[in-house]
């Protein structure tokens, strides 16, 4: 168990609609990272967050966003679903200094009908 | 940020040590080699890091050459457990972006 917690885990929804990631990071944790895999596809880089603030942003799309919350949890909105949007969402989290490494959860299973 | 070259895909017989190369000819002074793994589907999984110094923890070990451009994991004894997607990452600090490879798929056959 990587202490961080994803829900939901699984979400299926239809294409047009808005939906929202929810992550909590291991305690103590400060920086916060979402990422995208699509079905048999590598590990695409969203955001990352630390201590509230966006840090860096990879290939995220206009018609998705996050944040990070003063409690360090972090949601990513995803809007205007489109099937191609179907895929694995992770959340990671580290300390957020130094050489930490990142801690992943289970994450979230969203299927675009 | 330095990128990494991987082999995509390696066998290796259970019971045996599974070295997995990377290498990382750009790698910067001050860019730390980190290794995780991906269980089919699961969220990816910290390993092991280090600097210039070989690092070994309870699930293996980091070999970086004297250059820093390459470095190898080994996992001592594989288990078909170990069967995953390797990645190989270089980074500054935590407020690098973390970019993710294709990695090397390892299968670890009985």
């Known amino acids: 168990d990587s202490g961080v917690t994803q829900t939901p885990k699984h979400l299926i929804t239809a294409t047009g609609q808005r939906v929202t990631l929810r992550c909590s990071p291991r305690?103590?944790?400060?920086?916060v990272y979402w990422y995208q895999q699509s079905l048999d596809q590598g590990l695409q880089f969203l955001i990352q967050?630390?201590?509230?603030?966006?840090?860096a942003k990879g290939n995220i799309l206009e018609r998705f966003s996050a944040q990070q919350f003063p409690d360090l949890h972090s949601e990513l909105n995803l809007s205007s679903l489109e099937l191609g949007d179907s895929a694995l969402y992770f959340c990671?989290?580290?300390?957020?200094?130094?050489?930490?490494?990142?801690?992943f959860g289970n994450g979230t299973r969203l299927t675009v009908t | 940020d330095a990128k990494t070259t991987q082999p995509p895909s390696m066998d290796c017989a259970e019971g045996r040590a599974a070295n997995l190369p990377c290498n990382h000819s750009?790698?910067?002074?001050?860019?730390?080699v980190y290794w995780y793994r991906q269980i089919h589907s699961q969220g990816p999984q910290y390993i092991i890091h280090g600097l210039k110094n070989n690092e070994t923890n309870e699930m293996a070990s980091l070999i970086i050459t004297e250059d820093r451009k390459s470095s190898t994991l080994i996992l001592p004894h594989a288990t078909l457990r170990d069967t995953a997607v390797y990645y190989c990452i270089v980074k500054k600090t935590s407020y690098d972006k973390v970019i993710f490879g294709p990695g090397t798929s390892l299968s670890v056959i009985p």
């Open positions: 305690s103590g944790d400060l920086s």
């Open positions: 750009t790698i910067s002074g001050n860019e730390y």
């Open positions: 967050y630390y201590n509230g603030e966006e840090r």
């Open positions: 990671a989290s580290s300390v957020g200094g130094g050489r930490s490494p990142l801690h």
